[in-house]
Each structure stands twice: as C-alpha cells, then as structure tokens.
C-alpha cells in the first residue's frame, strides 16, 4: 500500500493495517530506522511512579527468576501486579 507524506511530517496508516494488527487511537509507537526504513513498534508506557512500584514487587520475588512467563501480562498477574492502574 502507498502512502503520502502529509504537512507536518504526517503519515496515515491504512484502515486495512490498523484494523489487522489491532492497533487503536492512543496507541504509542517508538518510531525506528532500519535498513532504510522506519518501522512502528507498538510499545506500552506506565507512569514513573507505577514503574517504581512494580519494580518493588520484582524485588521480593528475584528468588524466583526461573519462572518463565508467555507475556509481560502473565507475569504481572502471577505476582499480584495489576497493570490496568
């Protein structure tokens, strides 16, 4: 699919693309050059603060560092973290 540069430096994503991959208004990218290209990765920002505290729970449990999760969200519910703050 083509897509156009617009004023500002805007480019919009095809319905197509978004709707496939889930992607909603608000979501956040971190915009990366690579191999010639820029490429959108969806990332997850939390609050300074939540990160602080979230770090404080892994520290109680760094005795269990062998416990492999499929997601991020299963770790945070296996310790109690709820990400949803």
């Not at 083509?2 to 208004?25: C, H, N, W, Y």
């Not at 959108?40 to 109680?60: D, S, T």
């Not at 005795?63 to 296996?78: H, K, Q």
Request: negative net charge; aromatic residues 8%; charged residues 30%.
């Amino acid at each position: 699919m083509l897509v156009e540069m617009r004023a500002r430096s805007q480019i919009t994503i095809p319905q197509k693309i978004t709707k496939d991959l889930g992607f909603k208004e608000g979501d956040m990218f971190e915009a990366v050059i690579r191999d010639g290209g820029v490429f959108l990765c969806p990332v997850v920002v939390y609050p300074k603060a939540e990160m602080e505290r979230i770090e404080k729970i892994l520290e109680k449990h760094e005795g269990n560092a062998s416990t492999a999760y499929d997601s991020v969200e299963d770790m945070f519910v296996a310790l109690g973290i709820d990400a949803d703050v």
